[in-house]
Nanobody
């Protein structure tokens, strides 16, 4: 069974940091671009970051550029999202997803999805 499992979410104050992990099982991520997405209540799902198979290419949405950093450790079959200077607007459920294609922030081609992890930014 192809599976992605996100972890690392939680409650953090504005300006704080969190590190999300996306662990794959049932397949190796070596051949997959991994994307990070988030969905806030009442809003459409938003692509926020992606990292190519080798990590040589990354992309970020304007809303997180300069604050979030995506990385991967193929040996651990895991991708990470380091989130700094968190803002109230970053509150959402965060998902990772996999696709055998180039790094992209639109979600319709990703076909392996995790169950999501909640990130809440609140004072």
């Amino acid at each position: 069974q192809l599976q992605l499992v996100e972890s690392g979410g939680g409650l953090v104050q504005p300006g704080g940091s969190l590190r999300l992990s996306c662990a794959a099982s049932g397949f190796t991520i070596d051949y997959y671009t991994i994307g990070w997405f988030r969905k806030a209540p009442g809003k459409e799902r938003e692509g926020i970051s992606c990292i190519s198979r080798t990590g040589g290419a990354t992309d970020y949405a304007g809303s997180v550029k300069g604050r979030f950093t995506v990385s991967r450790d193929n040996a651990k079959n895991t991708v990470y999202l380091e989130m700094n200077d968190l803002k109230l607007a970053d509150t959402a459920v965060y998902y990772c997803a996999a696709v055998e294609d180039l790094c992209m922030l639109w979600d319709y081609e990703y076909h392996i999805w995790g169950q999501g992890t909640q990130v809440t930014v609140s004072s």
